[in-house]
């Protein structure tokens, strides 16, 4: 079953625009990732944010997190054409004791030049 | 690093043949990760490795899958008998010791 859900499922801006995904989840989590996925090709991982994190940095990349609310938002700054591609957080749930991650469905992002 | 391996990209088979999906994950990697992806289901976690080892299995569909680790480079996936269903895009992922999985490019499974 699916622990995160991405909303929305898609979005279109323009380019230079600022794009924010949120992702909602239902149980404890150790942590919360984001990955890309371009069209036809593997994820890739862009940032981790932990349980005590509320809020974490990377590039043109912000990831806020809200245990409270048990949701997390990306916020792509500036975009770019080749920020198009789809959007999955994935979480470990806490006391898994591994590193399984559970994906949600994604955001599918479309920028245009 | 070349990064996770999968063989092949694109595989086109008949219904109640024999499928081996092959993963050759990245050096050094103790963390080995089955999914698959369909547009209905998302990104499935399947079977999961930890030094050679599986650890949870409780993804994969049903008997006709299994997964091998006969070695910390490689990999196997195989689907006996396949079934259209089963057609979907499989990816293989690794990870060191720490939470940030490393995935391959997938291999596009298309049963007829």
């Known amino acids: 079953s699916q622990q995160g859900e991405e909303d929305p499922q898609a979005l279109s801006i323009q380019e230079g625009e600022n794009a924010t995904m949120n992702c909602s989840y239902k149980?404890?989590?150790?942590?919360l990732q984001w990955y890309r996925q371009n069209s036809g090709r593997g994820l890739v991982h862009l940032i981790l944010?932990?349980?005590?994190?509320r809020e974490k940095h990377s590039g043109r990349l912000r990831v806020t997190l809200d245990t409270s609310k048990k949701s997390s938002s990306l916020l792509i700054t500036a975009s770019r054409a080749a920020d198009t591609a789809s959007y999955f957080c994935?979480?470990?749930?806490?006391?898994?004791?591994?590193?399984?991650?559970?994906f949600g469905k994604g955001t599918k992002l479309s920028v245009i030049p | 690093d070349a990064g996770v391996i999968q063989s092949p990209r694109h595989e086109v088979t008949e219904m109640g043949q024999e499928v081996t999906l092959r993963c050759k994950p990245i050096?050094?990697?103790?963390?080995l990760f089955w999914y698959r992806q369909t547009m209905m289901r998302g990104l499935e976690l399947l079977i999961y490795?930890?030094?050679?080892?599986?650890?949870?299995d409780s993804g994969m569909p049903e008997d006709r899958f299994s997964a091998k680790m006969p070695n910390a480079s490689f990999s196997t996936l195989k689907i006996q008998p396949s079934e259209p269903r089963d057609s979907a895009v499989y990816f293989c992922?690794?990870?060191?010791?720490?939470?940030?999985?490393?995935f391959g490019p997938g291999t596009r499974l298309t049963v007829l």
């Open positions: 992922a690794s990870s060191p010791t720490t939470d940030t999985q490393y």
């Open positions: 149980t404890s989590i150790n942590n």
């Open positions: 944010i932990r349980s005590n994190e």
């Open positions: 994935a979480t470990v749930l806490s006391g898994a004791g591994s590193y399984q991650l559970t």
């Open positions: 050096s050094g990697h103790n963390s």
């Open positions: 490795f930890n030094n050679n080892v599986p650890i949870d």
